[in-house]
């Protein structure tokens, strides 16, 4: 275990003092821990894998401590460092504590973030007079009680020599969510499906562009194109961090990552896959107010031939130059055309 302060490491930080030795536990001790494990990894937990693009040096301390413990307390105190660096300005002090064990005969490493506790050590006793009475002890640094909160959980085991596979926990958060800064602490990031993810970034991608605001068609055009080029382009990532650097106005770029965080989604980077999308980003879809709709491909609006452009008040100006080759009513049948 390693004490880590509130809020994040800076120059002016004090030195910790870590840890220099594992601890001793009895079979009590052992089992009591296990139980409030346990009962943190029983909540909703998520499955993480190591994203090798993130610059942190934990997914290769979890997979050395997955064969061997011989650098257990040199490893458990860099990870309580990295996490002291990675932590929000806001976070609770606690203890970091680095645990190796087996699951079903598997060897598996847990990293936990727990708060620090007080309460009364109260104890029988009998005063001056012979009198029985009661003797308090205020405990400043109770851990692992029952009422212990266990942040944030990290349980991980070997895949194969090369890889692992983790699951994560955040009591700290709502609705199954978990800090995304412990997420990158660990080098991981959410095993969700590719296909999955990124449906889900174009969904709330779009929703952030609908919601943002109606009197602003050209800029909400030109992020939709972005999008859609983005989810067209032969990139295997998204770095969604990268995309609102350059495509949105700085005052749009909290807000959109935002957006993503509320639908569960990294806002560094995760794998793209447009399979369950691919009807959606052939075109651009341009709704009115009064029920119009425009479809048109993307390069279109790139190349000038559509353009959109807001005009007094609530109003905005379609222009599209092309050639018309059909026109059809509602029902999708052809109608004659005058010469």
Known sequence: MHPIPKGRATEASEAILYSEAPISLNEDDRTFIQ??????????????VEDPHLASGVPAMIKELLTSSENLVAHSCKIAESLYKEQKAVSPGGLVMTVVGTV?????????????????????????????????????????GDGTRVFKVG??????????DGYVVD?????????????????????????VQTETFLTAAQKFITQRTRNDP??????????????????????????????LRAEDQDLFLGVLRDEGLPTKSFSKDTALIKAKIR??????????????????????SLSVERQDGDTSLIQLRDTVKQMGGASGKRQAQDD
Do not use: W
Not at 36 to 47: E, H, I, K
Not at 155 to 164: C, G, L, T
């Open 283 to 304: 075109r651009l879809r341009i709704t009115t107010e009064r029920g119009a709709d425009v479809y048109a491909p993307p390069e279109m609006f790139q190349d000038g």
């Open 104 to 144: 079903s005969s598997r060897r598996c490493l847990v990293i936990a973030k727990m708060e620090h506790q007080e309460g009364m050590r109260v104890e029988q006793a009998t005063n001056d007079d012979g009198q029985r009475t009661y003797k308090a002890e205020h405990l400043r640094d109770l851990i692992l």
């Open 218 to 247: 050209e800029a909400n055009a030109q992020y939709e194109i972005a999008l859609l080029a983005e989810m067209q382009s032969g990139s295997k990532m998204i770095r969604s961090e990268d995309f609102a650097a350059a495509h």
């Open 155 to 164: 349980a991980f085991s070997a895949r194969d020599a090369d890889s692992f």
């Open 35 to 48: 139980r409030r494990l346990r009962q943190s990894l029983a909540g909703y937990s998520r499955p993480v």
């Open 171 to 195: 009591d700290q958060q709502r609705f199954g969510g978990v800090a995304e800064y412990f997420v990158s602490f660990l080098g991981c990031q959410f095993r969700e499906q590719a296909d």
